[in-house]
């Protein structure tokens, strides 16, 4: 399992070193191409899952794990994703800097994918950067993290509008100013 | 190829790659489109490998199984991602042998994206494969608490398999409508 994730770990760098070089003028053959790179990456996780659901040493942590990753790629694809839509939109609009930034998007993507297959989360990402720790006094800058897209957030979000929502007068509570403080 | 060989190959590459991109922008184009092919062969290979013993574990699925259907259905994703993945390298390594042999930059980078996308749909075709022969392993030798989550697997991986599929399509006609003008 390991062997794999390593070999496309390797070709993804090079995916990714390709990008930075490439300067990108907005080719939407490459970046369709950059997304398909994506979307295989999906199904390589789902091989080390699969994998990890037969692990007979320990099957529970293997799967986990596994998890973790494959959640991890498919949030990265759907960024993926988003960043294509967009710059295919720009480019229907003629918006060549709109079109750059989503291609930009998109390898940042690729890069975090990439990351991620190899057991590098963009959270942990920043505070594996090499340099004198002892000279730090604060957290370095995650630049890959949005914590508000984060699945934690999303849910703490949720549950609150969901509180919300049901003591609303449009849920099955009274709502707030119909609920009696104190019942009599 | 041993696959740790094949590793310190992929990473070698990599940094053959990094060190010399900026003077020879065409040459690591074509690395990067010969890496792509490489590990596609390689996935392949292992599907290939998983294929082989798959055969072996169906002859221990008892013919009244309740999962049977099931495993023939898989067989079926397998066989069909199996036929898409061969195919896709075959068109991979074309690409990559005429990345060499013409004389346009533009021409060979246009090349090098085609064996790239082709590596792409091959390695997610031979990954489905893989994950089909997973599951007739965890039938085969009965783990049974194996099945749900490999079920889900092959789902994703055959959605993820079609979009690669659908991108690659894309780059094809948008590279067939540049030359078409």
Excluded at chain 2, 91 to 109: D, F, Q, V
Aim: charged residues 20%.
């Amino acid at each position: 399992m390991k062997a794999i994730q390593l070999k496309y770990v390797a070709v993804i760098g090079l995916l990714v070193l390709g990008l930075a070089n490439h300067s990108f003028a907005v080719d939407a053959a490459e970046a369709a191409g950059v997304m398909a790179d994506l979307e295989s990456l999906v199904a390589q996780a789902k091989v080390i899952l699969s994998d990890a659901a037969l692990d007979d040493v320990d099957a529970v942590a293997a799967v986990a794990k596994a998890n973790e990753i494959s959640a991890g790629i498919d949030a990265a694809v759907a960024a993926g994703r988003d960043a294509l839509s967009a710059m295919e939109q720009a480019i229907a609009n003629g918006d060549a800097e709109g079109a750059e930034s989503a291609e930009d998007d998109l390898a940042v993507a690729l890069r975090q994918a990439s990351g991620i297959l190899s057991g590098i989360f963009p959270a942990t990402a920043a505070t594996t950067d090499s340099g004198d720790d002892s000279e730090k006094d604060y957290d370095s800058p995650n630049i890959y993290d949005n914590p508000w897209e984060s699945q934690g957030l999303r849910d703490y979000y949720q549950s609150l509008f969901g509180a919300f929502e049901s003591a609303s007068s449009n849920g099955q509570g009274k709502g707030f100013g119909d609920q009696d403080a104190t019942p009599e | 190829m041993n696959k740790y060989r094949f590793v310190g190959l992929m990473v070698a590459l990599l940094v053959f790659s990094g060190s010399v991109r900026n003077g020879f922008a065409q040459s690591s184009i074509t690395d990067e489109a010969l890496a792509s092919v490489a590990t596609a062969e390689s996935v392949v290979a292992d599907a290939k490998a998983s294929i082989k013993r798959g055969k072996e574990l169906v002859s221990l699925i008892p013919e009244d199984s309740p999962l049977l259907s099931e495993v023939r259905q898989m067989l079926k994703e397998v066989s069909m991602n199996w036929k898409l993945a061969v195919e896709s390298l075959e068109g991979a390594n074309l690409s990559a042998a005429k990345i060499a042999s013409t004389s346009s930059e533009e021409l060979a980078g246009d090349y090098a994206l085609l064996a790239k996308v082709n590596s792409a749909v091959a390695t997610s075709g031979a990954n489905v494969v893989q994950i089909g022969m997973a599951y007739v392993e965890a039938v085969a030798l009965n783990k049974p608490e194996s099945l749900d989550i490999i079920r889900g697997a092959m789902q994703d991986a055959l959605a993820a398999s079609a979009q690669v599929k659908f991108n690659c399509d894309k780059v094809k006609n948008l590279i067939s409508e540049k030359y078409a003008n």
